[in-house]
Every structure is written in structure tokens, then in C-alpha cells.
């Protein structure tokens, strides 16, 4: 187990575990912990802030047939620790489930998978302590999505976060399955440090991430640009095959960055109805992070 440059100031005396989990356990639960920076509180309180814009509306399926589900395809064990410090908060399933339950309006049912089994029996303790209904299941998002969306009640209204660590493990099926259920909310992460440090590589190669990501990016996009002029191309070209899925995109990107001003990923809101739109767009800026028209 190599110790990580940031683990030199770990305050607790932590290592990175090749599994991206710190070596210190959680002290109160005594379970593995994700070990990630701060940036990802971002993406946590727009989690938290458009479950709790949308309780009323959640509250009209729960209280009907449909039910109301999250479903969170890449959830790691669900609490984690802020890299550099003392301090461990929840995981997105965690801070969704959570704060629907304090919102009156909790999930009928919360559906997580990951492509590591340890992680999904972590996570399925830490729902379940929260009086969760929970369904689990292992492998990628490409293996699991297809096995959520055949248990899901497809009558319900769905909020779904997509948060792989790089473009490969986002693959736009995932995308496309997910956009065929009628009231489906998106919550997108893509990686823009992985688009700007590869970006050339994957060019280069005959296959690569980005066909993956976008298929058919190779007859739209212009290599011969500027790399910035390139990865913008290939983000929009990424929001039209989405918009081909009868879904609309929010217009307002979000830009995460880094403590010391890096790059780092953007979220993207997608829905097919206007209301989960106007949602996303009352809550979007919850941070000093800057949006990113697109």
C-alpha cells in the first residue's frame, strides 16, 4: 500500500488504499471510507438542495402508485473522508436519502451498484441504519443499469446521479436507457480532468474513452482546432446525442473546480420534463464554482 502524496499531512495517519479508501476507518461506524477532496461537498449540497426543491413533487408518487426513486449506479461506501482533514461526511446515496427522510418526503426506494462488492455491503449498512429500503447491486453501470431500470416501477418519478471518475466509465448507453423512462432527473458528472489530460491520447488512438462517452464524436468534431475549441465541440456534441433521447438539457453546466483553481469536472442536469429544469436551475449555484454555458 503506497502512500499517496496527500497522505503526508493526513491527520490521522491515513494512507490510500488502492480501492481509493483510506486506510483509517470510520470512527463511527468502524467502516471503510471513500477518501475524496473537498470539491465533492459541491456536488453534495446540489444533491441535497434539488432533493429538497423537489419533495412536493416527489411527495405526489410516493403518496400515489408510482413511488419515488434515487438511484446512484457508481456509490462507492457512502461516507467518505475530506482529504487533508479530520472531517467525514456522508456519500451522494447517503446525503439524497438523508435528506429527503428530513424532508418528510423520503425515497419509496433507493437503488445503488458498484462495480465493487465490499463497497455495496458498506453502503446497503450505512441506507438501512437510515430505515432505507435499499436494492443493491454489483458491476458496472452498464451491467446494473439494465437490472435497476427492470426493478424500478416505471410509472414513478426517478432521480438518478451518474458520478464515474473518468469518461470511460460513462458510457452514453447508460445515458440512453436511463432518458427511456418517462420522469427520469439526471445529475451528470463528467470529467474534465480526464478530457484535458488525454485529450490528444484519445484522439490519437483507434479507440478510445471518448467512444465511449459519445459515440460517433469522430464525423462531428474537428480535431484541428485549439484543444479547448475541441473539448467544448465534443461537450456539445455529447448534449445533442442527449437531446436525441427526447430529454432536455438544463442550460446552466456547472463548473467544479479544485482547491488551487483545477479543473476538474462539470455537472450537467438532464430531464425531459421543464419543471425538474426550472429546479435545477434555482438551485445550481450553491458555491463559489462558476457555470459553464454551454
Not at 480501492?19 to 456536488?43: F, H, I, M, N, Y
Not at 419533495?55 to 408510482?66: C, I, M, P, S, V
Not at 488525454?198 to 484543444?227: C, H, K, T
Request: net charge neutral.
Amino acid at each position: 500500500m503506497a502512500k499517496a502524496d496527500f497522505c503526508e499531512s493526513c491527520p490521522v495517519g491515513g494512507q490510500f488504499n488502492k480501492d481509493q479508501t483510506c486506510s483509517v476507518s470510520d470512527p463511527v461506524d468502524g467502516l471503510p471510507l471513500a477518501c475524496v477532496g473537498d470539491w465533492a461537498e459541491d456536488k453534495h449540497a446540489r444533491v441535497r438542495k434539488y432533493v429538497d426543491i423537489s419533495r412536493k413533487a416527489r411527495q405526489k408518487f410516493t403518496n400515489g402508485l408510482g413511488g419515488a426513486s434515487y438511484i446512484d449506479p457508481y456509490c462507492g461506501p457512502a461516507r467518505a473522508r475530506i482529504r487533508g482533514t479530520t472531517r467525514i461526511v456522508d456519500g451522494s446515496a447517503v446525503v439524497a436519502a438523508r435528506n429527503a427522510i428530513e424532508g418528510g418526503v423520503p425515497f419509496s426506494e433507493v437503488y445503488i451498484s458498484d462495480t465493487n462488492d465490499a463497497f455495496m455491503d458498506v453502503a446497503e449498512k450505512r441506507l438501512l441504519a437510515l430505515g432505507v429500503k435499499v436494492r443493491r447491486y454489483t458491476g458496472t453501470a452498464e451491467e446494473s443499469t439494465p437490472r435497476i431500470l427492470a426493478d424500478i416501477n416505471p410509472y414513478g418519478l426517478h432521480f438518478a446521479l451518474l458520478d464515474p471518475y473518468d469518461l470511460k466509465s460513462l458510457p452514453f448507453q447508460v445515458i440512453q436507457q436511463l432518458a427511456g423512462i418517462e420522469r427520469m432527473d439526471l445529475l451528470i458528472h463528467v470529467s474534465w480532468q480526464d478530457l484535458q489530460r488525454n485529450l490528444r491520447r484519445y484522439i490519437q488512438a483507434e479507440s478510445s474513452s471518448l467512444d465511449i462517452f459519445a459515440p460517433g464524436w469522430r464525423e462531428a468534431v474537428d480535431i484541428m482546432r485549439a484543444d479547448n475549441v475541441v473539448r467544448a465541440n465534443l461537450l456539445q456534441y455529447w448534449l445533442q446525442l442527449i437531446r436525441k433521447c427526447n430529454m432536455q438539457t438544463a442550460e446552466g453546466i456547472e463548473e467544479v473546480t479544485g482547491s488551487k483553481s483545477q479543473h476538474l469536472y462539470w455537472l450537467v442536469f438532464v430531464a425531459r420534463h421543464p419543471l425538474p429544469i426550472k429546479f435545477w436551475e434555482d438551485i445550481r449555484s450553491v458555491t463559489h464554482q462558476r457555470s459553464l454555458g454551454i
